[in-house]
């Protein structure tokens, strides 16, 4: 049988996390291109996203069976608690004492970066649903064939 279209190494955990952590890395990096070459709106709410996109990505990382609803409703639920949280003095006290903090837990609160989380979400839930169920068709098909 051909390794590659064998779903135990296609969707194997420790691929999975690899792939995270590139995708996260990737993000990042994106996130700092726009930071440094543009401004304004477009740093803000594409970090919004961005972030949003790192979080899932960390998700994924820690529970790679995980569905990629089950991801996406818990990383965007993650992103607009932590918004919330903005609203006590608590992450803003944290942040001046923290530069991880303040990546982390952001400084004030923006009721706009509560809608701009799911823009950063809602594409990998569909990749990671598509990747699932090509992943899964595969094996399907595999299995049939080899019988």
Same mark, same amino acid.
């Given at each position: 049988?051909?390794?590659? &279209?064998?779903l135990r190494v296609s969707l194997n955990p420790w691929k999975?996390?690899?792939?995270?952590?590139?995708?996260? =890395?990737?993000?990042?990096?994106v996130a700092l291109g726009i930071r440094a070459?543009?401004?304004?709106?477009?740093?803000?709410y594409s970090g919004t996203a961005?972030?949003?996109?790192?979080? &899932?990505?960390? =998700?994924?990382?820690?529970? !790679?069976p995980i569905t990629a609803l089950v991801a996406g409703g818990f990383?965007?639920?993650?992103?607009w608690l932590v918004e919330i949280a903005q609203l006590t003095p608590v992450p803003a006290a944290l942040s001046a004492r923290s530069l991880l903090a303040r990546f982390v837990l952001g400084v004030q609160f923006d009721p706009v970066d509560l809608a701009w989380y799911p823009v950063?979400?809602? !594409?990998?839930?569909?990749?990671?649903?598509?990747?699932?169920?090509?992943a899964r068709n595969r094996t399907v098909g595999t299995a049939t064939a080899s019988v």
């Open positions: 049988m051909d390794r590659r &279209y064998d999975i996390r690899l792939v995270t952590s590139a995708s996260a =890395v990737v993000i990042l990096a070459f543009f401004g304004g709106a477009l740093e803000q961005l972030y949003a996109s790192i979080v &899932y990505a960390a =998700v994924v990382f820690v529970w !790679p990383t965007t639920g993650f992103c950063g979400v809602v !594409p990998l839930v569909v990749l990671h649903r598509l990747i699932r169920v090509r």
